[in-house]
Structures are given as structure tokens and as C-alpha cells.
């Protein structure tokens, strides 16, 4: 009866997962097109730019600052990549069932990291704006909760995996 159980949940894992996929690749495609096409802009638009709340005017700004505002977003785009690659890969072990394996928690792990680094990147993007239009805003950090909630997700997954491998050598 509780393989029954077992059966059905990571059946119903399985298409979760099935609908997940797919979904991440075209969320994460179209996320990183628009950090290139936003780096595109910034080099060679003129007009105003929001960042973080903040209005830039491009054209007052040297050509150094808009190279260094396209590298974030260049930056941003590639750990986007990264993330949603990353998160793709342990829908996938949750899919194939292999949800408390060293590899998924290593996936998760990762992400959960690349997360923070996503974090610190766009406050230190928002601190340039910041710079650039002297308009410094001081708020309460948002993020934090979902980078616990991943360094979390990922323990927990890390511990499920040792509990399966100590219980695989009982057995």
C-alpha cells in the first residue's frame, strides 16, 4: 500500500515536472534576451532608462558608465542562464524520481548560490543607478527570504540524500 502511494506521488512529480520544464526554458530564454536587448540599448540609446526606481537620462551619462551598466546586464543574463539551467536540472531528477540524490541537492545548492550572487548583483546595480542619478533610496532587502528559502531547499534535499544512502546500505 505505501508503495502504491509512492508510485502515485512521483507520478504526479513526474508531470509537475513534464509542465515545469518546458516552462522554465521559455521564462528563462526570454529573461536572458531581454538583458541582452536591455545591454544593447544602453549603449546605443539615448533617451531615459529606468533602473531600480531610478530615472536615467542616457544621454548625460559618459560612455563609460553605459559599458559598465551593459556589462551587468550582461552579467545578470549569464547568472539567469545559469539559474534557470540549474533549476532545470533538479525538475529533471524530481521528474526521472531521483529526488534525494547527492547530484539533485549539488543542483540545488548551486542554485541557491547563484541566487545570492543574482542578489548582490542587482544591489550593487541598483547602488551605481543610485550613484549616476543621486538619488539614493535606502529600502528593506526582499530578496533574502527566497535566498533562505533556496539555501534551505537545498539542505533539506541534502540531508534526504544522506537518510536514502544510509538507508540503501540497511536494507
Not at 18 to 45: K, Q, R, T
Not at 163 to 168: G, P, R, S
Amino acid at each position: 500500500m505505501v508503495s502504491e502511494k509512492s508510485e502515485l506521488l512521483y507520478e504526479k512529480i513526474a508531470k509537475v515536472c513534464g509542465i515545469a520544464i518546458p516552462l522554465l526554458y521559455l521564462f528563462g530564454g526570454l529573461l536572458c534576451i531581454f538583458c541582452f536587448v536591455m545591454a544593447g540599448v544602453i549603449l546605443i540609446s539615448s533617451g531615459d532608462i529606468s533602473l531600480n526606481d531610478a530615472d536615467i537620462d542616457l544621454a548625460s551619462i559618459s560612455m563609460t558608465s553605459r559599458i559598465v551598466m551593459a556589462l551587468a546586464c550582461v552579467f545578470v543574463s549569464t547568472s539567469l542562464m545559469r539559474l534557470f539551467w540549474l533549476v532545470i536540472q533538479v525538475a529533471k531528477h524530481f521528474k526521472v524520481g531521483d529526488i534525494f540524490s547527492k547530484e539533485t541537492a549539488d543542483f540545488a545548492l548551486s542554485a541557491a548560490f547563484t541566487l545570492l550572487i543574482l542578489y548582490c548583483a542587482g544591489f550593487f546595480i541598483g547602488m551605481y543607478g543610485a550613484v549616476l542619478t543621486g538619488d539614493l533610496q535606502l529600502s528593506f532587502p526582499t530578496g533574502i527570504a527566497s535566498i533562505a528559502f533556496a539555501y534551505l531547499f537545498a539542505w533539506v534535499l541534502n540531508i534526504g540524500a544522506q537518510l536514502k544512502v544510509e538507508n540503501d546500505l540497511t536494507v
